[in-house]
Nanobody
Framework: QLQLVQSGGGLVQPGGSLRLSCAASGFTFDHYAIGWFRQAPGKERKRLSC????????YYADSVKGRFTFSRDNANNTVYLQMNNLKPEDTAVYFC?????????WGQGIQVTVSS
């Protein structure tokens, strides 16, 4: 079965850190555009970061630039989102996404709650 499996969410205090993982099962990330998104209650899903396979650049939304870091482990077919200096407004369900040609995969989503 082709899928993305996420882990690493949870509850953290403001200023804390979390690392989200997204592992591909049944396929590899080679030549896929890979992204991280989040969706807060009552709001639309927004892109936070993505890896451009054409030029190798990584995009970050202004809201997370300097605090979040996208990385990948090709040997384990996993991508990560390191989130530092978390704020209450970062509370949302986080999703990973992989796209190549007509194939699109989404992770199951994972809750991140930033609260004291």
């Amino acid at each position: 079965q082709l899928q993305l499996v996420q882990s690493g969410g949870g509850l953290v205090q403001p200023g804390g850190s979390l690392r989200l993982s997204c592992a591909a099962s049944g396929f590899t990330f080679d030549h896929y555009a890979i992204g991280w998104f989040r969706q807060a209650p009552g709001k639309e899903r927004k892109r936070l970061s993505c890896f451009n396979t054409n030029d190798g650049n990584i995009y970050y939304a202004d809201s997370v630039k300097g605090r979040f870091t996208f990385s990948r482990d090709n040997a384990n077919n996993t991508v990560y989102l390191q989130m530092n200096n978390l704020k209450p407004e970062d509370t949302a369900v986080y999703f990973c996404n992989a796209i190549k040609d007509a194939s699109t995969y989404w992770g199951q989503g994972i809750q991140v709650t930033v609260s004291s």
